[in-house]
């Protein structure tokens, strides 16, 4: 309160706005707290939980990384690179391994079983089929060398497999650590 005038001093909105969104951005800023560091019997746990997974995502303080398959240890967890074809010209020294998050950095590991390639393969048959079925109901006879039948058969195959990958892919991702 003044004292001459008898009237409080208020900070102008501005500046509570200002400070308001500084204290959320350092907030969000901060870093998440790691999980424990698993004992052994948590890293057995962890591993047969693992087991029945294809595709692992390891949440770290740096960032998420998807792995094909999930190398733990005491130490911490491998940050493999993500597989493909090798590379038609190999540097010298390249290193073919990735590395490694200890348990402190590491924040989750989730998992997922995804059935993308018999997705395709199911869908493109599917897919067939009614391509087939959509040719006979516009032109019937299969011995008749039809402009239709040319377009919608591999039609249903690419159009079935691309939904069937899709499904066969989306299934979530299942928390295993912490």
Known sequence: MNVTTGRERKLPPFVLGFATVVALALAAAAPAAA???PDAVALERLRAAA???NRYRVTTQHGQFVV???QADENGV????PEG?????VAPGASTG???ASWAEIESIEGMHAHGARGFVIGALIGTAIGFGLKEAVEPGLHDAADVAIVLVPLGTVVGGGLGLLIGSAHGWERLYP
């Open 35 to 37: 999980a424990p560091v």
């Open 51 to 53: 087991a029945a997974d």
């Open 68 to 70: 094909g398959a999930l």
């Open 78 to 81: 491998v940050l493999t690179a």
């Open 85 to 89: 074809r090798p590379a038609l010209i």
């Open 98 to 100: 990735g590395r490694r």
